[in-house]
């Protein structure tokens, strides 16, 4: 057990890489292990392309040739989720596996997908392969609880981000613009903005902050940038319209839709926003929000109870007075010093 515990830990740091890559499918990482040796590694790196499954088999024949048939009937291939049993971008890998006779899958754990949950590890078993499964499941679905939170929920799991000063103020009381955390903070949302599918911001914020909501003192691709606006009192020329990122605009006044623009149209803004917001955004494959608003846009998701994760940075200043940041009724989980800043993180559920 402890063996199989080494291997499956590999593998959850190879599906880690797929991070910002690979929704709304799910990461995976496997390894191929031949006596007690990694003979092949890979993980899921792009959605649409090759499983991870397949990418380790693809490596071990490339690296082994003809020997690799047989190579694969002594190996275990260790893998991080339940391997799929369904045609969807890809063949099935469970089906792949089958076809070059591998010896023995380790599985970490079940995929909650419907149309794979236990299948993958029938068809293995049918094909006369022995299968382990439930090594680090608790692992395995904490990586993936993005995933398993749009499949279980129908929603994107929801991550609330903003920054406090010392004594509990987020923003100035007129409304103004005024940074709080340092360069280092800054850096670190960027890096996370790369990791998730969207991230949304209210009128206010919007108006006051002129955010960008992209990529740029990070190395990744700009997720889907949010915007709540109900009476589109955000100017054309904002930046949040630049083209640099696709941009959704819920409002009450439009509905329309241009190559990198969405306005939608929502019945009733006043009443289950948060909920409208995320079922909408689940049936367009948003897998992950970070919600990075104002005090207002905030509240909505957290008196909805509608959020998963919340960052906080708080930094060494203090302010006196201005607009309170959030009251949250969870314990803090985690806490690390970023530059001059500390970050706590909360789980609503954990």
Known sequence: MQEHELYMRRCLELAQLGAGSVSP???????????????????HRKFGGPHAEAVVITEAQR??????????????????LEPCAHYGKTPPCAKLLA??????????CR?????????????????????IDGILAKDALWLNRRFVTRVQQQRPYIILKWAQTAD????????????????????LVHRWRSEEDAVLVGTKTALADHPQLTVRDWVGRNP?????????AVPPDSELFDGSAETIVFNTLRSDWTERIKYIDVEDMDWYLPQKIAYQLYLMDVQSL????????????VEAGLWDEARVFTSRDTWGGGIPSPILHSVTLESRVIGPDRLDIYYRNH
């Open 63 to 80: 690296r082994y040739g003809d020997d690799a048939a047989e190579l694969f009937r002594s190996a275990t291939m260790y893998v991080s």
């Open 290 to 301: 970070i919600v990075e608003g104002g005090r207002k846009t905030l509240d909505l998701f």
């Open 224 to 232: 889907k940038r949010i915007l709540i606006d109900k009476h589109l």
């Open 99 to 108: 076809d070059h006779r591998v010896g023995r899958v380790v599985i970490g």
């Open 111 to 131: 995929d909650p997908f419907d149309q794979v949950n236990g299948r993958g590890i029938q068809l293995l078993k049918e094909a006369g392969i022995e299968v």
């Open 25 to 43: 499918n799910p990461m995976v990482g496997a390894v191929l292990v031949h006596q007690e040796r990694i003979i092949a590694e890979g993980y």
């Open 168 to 187: 509990g103020y987020m923003a100035p009381a007129d409304g103004t613009q005024r940074w709080i955390t340092g360069a280092v903070a800054k850096q």
